[in-house]
């Protein structure tokens, strides 16, 4: 209840956004729009019942690595981090992050010789390196991680 009213404080709504949801509408970026071009375009709509939104806002600051987004596949659920909703996050960054999401949906696991599941697999660095602004996103990312740590 506290995050909550907390939300609201830091992000004043006119009276008709407060019935959007917020799980998927940050300050500064939509998940669902963005979700839904991304399933159009990449995936032929095949991402059915998903559930985009950003995660739980925590106030310690990542220590040694910094997760951009997670996929629960058998609840169909995407979530991202919510430090992505900044304004120096280029769009095409945060659609970058989904696009990897959605596509562990449609690449299979494979387990490994050594008997560990592995979720990027050849097939799937194969299909990421597919998205148009895969380079000019991991370029990006060398060069902004430290933005997140802060
Ligand atoms: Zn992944």
């Known amino acids: 209840m506290a995050k909550k009213t907390k939300r609201k404080a830091v992000h004043p709504k006119l009276p008709m956004q407060q019935q959007l949801n917020l799980e998927h509408e940050g300050q500064y970026f939509d998940l669902r729009a963005i979700f839904d071009r991304l399933n159009a375009r990449y995936f032929r709509g095949r991402l059915r019942n998903y559930k985009v939104m950003w995660g739980r806002r925590r106030k310690r600051l990542p220590k040694e690595y910094f997760v951009f987004g997670t996929i629960q596949e058998e609840d169909r ?6 430090r992505l909703d900044q304004p120096f996050v280029p769009l095409w960054f945060l659609q970058y ?9 449609v690449v299979p696991d494979e387990i490994g010789s050594d008997g560990r599941r592995r979720v990027h697999t050849d097939e799937f660095n194969r299909r ?15 060069e902004n991680l430290a933005r997140f740590f802060r």
């Open 128 to 142: 990421e390196r597919e998205y148009p602004s895969y380079k000019r996103a991991r370029r990006w990312e060398d």
């Open 97 to 105: 992050v989904l696009y990897h999401e959605m596509l562990h949906s």
């Open 77 to 82: 659920l995407i979530r991202i981090n919510p």
